[in-house]
């Protein structure tokens, strides 16, 4: 059939699309065992708060090993997982690992970061998530204040009367609920309203790098203010743009200007230099 759309276009497009079915088929079949041969991990990006520049939390990212293609994103197996019915199994897996981290962590460094933790749309249709979420807290003992759910506006219109039920359960529950990645969809700020949200996550693409639409973003964040909100930057990579965040009055920031992702041992360096930083300004 490739055929008859042309020789060239046969000879061109081929082997590239050959390529990229072969690689969803291997990511596929391998999603099957990646939990139970331990190829999943969890890195940790710290938020800083852009008042003080202290290290208040830290997001838990998932990568896969994959045994012969390397590292993968969690933007290319994340979809592929939804899609084959896994993500309950991994979802839950990252709940139990991020929870028993942050809690380990806080033990040993006398801390009390919170540990934020993405959630998919695939688990918000499951009233599962909640027992999941007190099943972690539990096993941990990190306490509910301490953990954060990062649910996105897609995931949160899927199904906006489930989504409305499982997030007030979660409420109840005494976790932080954040929505994560504004500024990428619709954006309506109704849903900051009917849905029980604490924290507002502005989208790297939102703030942009430049610094130019913080006037559209200072407004954002003082009506996220008015309605109780506190605000994250996201993907914060230059002084230039911290600076204006914090003339935004943003609350807290995330981004590589701070630090990368990073496996829990360089988190527990980086914590160390943040503290030691902090001392000695204050001395
Ligand atoms: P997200 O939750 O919005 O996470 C922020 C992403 O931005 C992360 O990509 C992070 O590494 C990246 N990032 C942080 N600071 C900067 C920066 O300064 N510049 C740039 N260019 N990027 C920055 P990552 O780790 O590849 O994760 C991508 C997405 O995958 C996440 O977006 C989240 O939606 C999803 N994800 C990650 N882990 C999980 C998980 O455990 N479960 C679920 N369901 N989704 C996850
Ligand atoms: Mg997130
Ligand atoms: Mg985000
Ligand atoms: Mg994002």
Redesign the pocket.
Known sequence: KAKALGGAGYQFFEPEMCTGAKRRLQLEAGLHRALEQRQFE??F?PRVDLGTLRVRGI?????WNHPELGRI???EF?PLAEERGH?EA??RW?LHE?CRTASQLNARHGLALTVS????AR?LRSSALVDEVLAALAGSGLSPRLLEL?I?ESALIEDMAQSEQILHRLKAAGVRLAL??FGTGYSSLSYLKRFPVDVL?L??SFIGQDGADLQFVGALIAMAHALGLSVVA????TPAVMRSLQRGACDEG????FA??LPLGDLEGYLAGAAAVMELAAA
């Open positions: 969890l890195v990006q997001e838990a990212l998932l990568r994103s969690p933007l994340i993500i991994i979802g990252v991020a933790v993405n959630v998919s688990q990062e996105t994560d990645d996550k989208d790297r996201e993907g914060i990579e995330q981004g590589y200007l990368r992702p």
